[in-house]
């Protein structure tokens, strides 16, 4: 009786799923945090909770979903933000941009279908489905917008095309209607596909437009309208953003 009554607990305790151990709090944060890359994936970036001590380069790896290493991935520089804790990781270029000696001998090192681990000290702090590589730039004039209400400063949500570079948030503004740009905070979230900007006062009864600088990259290295593989030389304008114009609220200050 005993022993069919320990075994039936310890049947029980098999069945419970394993709960994974929960990421550290100041554990890096990868980006783009989309669910995928593309195959011409140009950068990717790593927040710290604090910079780290030392080269971090040596410390990364990049795995396929078949547990192999991918050989020289990266380029080997390492771009700092000026507080030290944001890492920007480029791509070897030679295996993104076509024509060059790596593409041609070694090919890109990101196969679309595939999975992409990144890994820091043997550990996985990005993950991401690799797709076909994305030629198509930012287009501006295919935004959408959700207006905020006037007299307050509710978030004006902009819906983009395609995801943008992790680092972007400052290179989309908001024009008022004597063509400033309106003072304020813009975030990139859900995957660096939603751009939220919440102004510093509140918003008028008057027409705003959402503007993209000539600089801002998609994850491919593509800028409104310039691809990344254009010709040296080759330029395009940028077009304007969606235009919206806050509407009701309560028009306090």
Known sequence: MIAASFLAL???????????QPAPPDAPVARPTGASIPANLLRLSIAFARPPEGPVLPRLSLVRGDGSTIEEPFLDQE???PD?????VLMHPGRVKTGLAANESLGRALIPGDEASLIFDGRRIGGWTVVPPDIAPPDPSRW????????TREAVIVQLDEPVDA???NLIAVRDAGGRRVGGT??????????????RSA????RYVVVAAPDLEDPAGNRPG???????GATSSVPDGPAFQPTGGNNRP
């Open 79 to 81: 771009l700092w933000s």
């Open 186 to 199: 813009g975030q990139l979230v859900k995957g660096e596909a939603v751009w939220r900007f919440t102004p």
């Open 226 to 232: 310039q691809d990344f593989e254009h010709s040296p």
């Open 203 to 206: 918003w008028q009864a008057e």
């Open 144 to 151: 959408r917008t959700t207006a905020p209400r006037s007299g």
């Open 84 to 88: 030290g804790r944001t890492l920007t």
């Open 10 to 20: 310890a049947a029980a305790l098999v069945a419970i799923p394993a709960t994974a």
């Open 167 to 169: 680092l972007g948030d």
